[in-house]
């Protein structure tokens, strides 16, 4: 059974960095076909996307947020971190992180992160 | 402002049939790129409904339905059920000059009257 699950902060100042890891299970990071994505939805509104990772290692970036992000992986441990700089109110959002193979399939559970001084 | 455009909400009677939209440009959906459906249950994590444009993972009852054609997409849900409640989102990979992005649907909320 493929499970993804989300930890990190539930509060962050504005101007911290967030970082958020997503763990993964039923599946490896190095898999050619798989890899996994951060998405995120502010209370209320629609769906993000932010950053993916492949198993090669490749990177792709949300062009609107690209400078704040940052993706790695650690494939022995089975997880995908993110880190988004600068965090501002309006980056308040459920934060989840998805298996990539061409759709999100599945979706870890979320975790709410609220920014606020 | 989302990139692929979603009616705000439906609705429908227990039984009927509904259609949801979702419009793209000649960057997304008219670039030849997939189109896929989620469902958000309230509360709830967003869940695969439709993938590639038509097909459906295994435990997705075939009342749900999907189809593309020239920059749009659609979903269509016969048989309408009080547990089809929830969220719908589009989604699909847009790519113009100033970057490449996978790109939502605003999101449409269907009431089951």
């Known amino acids: 059974q493929v499970t993804l699950k989300e930890s990190g902060p539930v509060l962050v100042k504005p101007t911290e960095t967030l970082t958020l890891t997503c763990t993964v299970s039923?599946?490896?990071?190095?898999?050619?076909?798989?890899?996994v994505s951060w998405i995120r939805q502010p209370p209320g509104k629609a769906l993000e996307w932010l950053a993916h990772?492949?198993?090669?290692?490749?990177?792709s970036y949300s062009t609107s947020l690209k400078s704040r992000l940052t993706i790695s992986k650690d494939t022995s441990k089975s997880q995908v971190v993110l880190t988004m700089t600068n965090m501002d109110p309006v980056d308040t959002a459920t934060y989840y992180c998805a298996r990539n193979g061409g759709w999100f399939d599945p979706w870890g559970q979320g975790t709410l992160v609220t920014v606020s001084s | 402002q989302s990139v692929l455009t979603q009616p705000p909400s439906v609705s429908g009677a227990p039984g009927q049939r509904v259609t949801i939209s979702c419009t793209g440009s000649?960057?997304?959906?008219?670039?030849?790129?997939?189109v896929h459906w989620y469902q958000q249950l309230p509360g709830t994590a967003p869940k695969l409904l439709i993938y590639g444009n038509s097909n459906r993972p295994s435990g997705v009852p075939d009342r749900f339905s999907g189809s593309k054609s020239g920059t749009s997409a659609s979903l269509a849900i016969t048989g309408l059920q009080a547990e089809d409640e929830a969220d719908y989102y589009c989604q699909s990979y847009d790519s113009s000059l100033s970057g490449s992005n996978v790109v939502f649907g605003g999101g449409t909320k269907l009431t089951v009257l």
């Open positions: 000649s960057s997304n959906i008219g670039a030849g790129y997939d």
């Open positions: 039923g599946f490896s990071l190095s898999n050619a076909r798989m890899g």
């Open positions: 990772i492949f198993s090669n290692d490749e990177k």
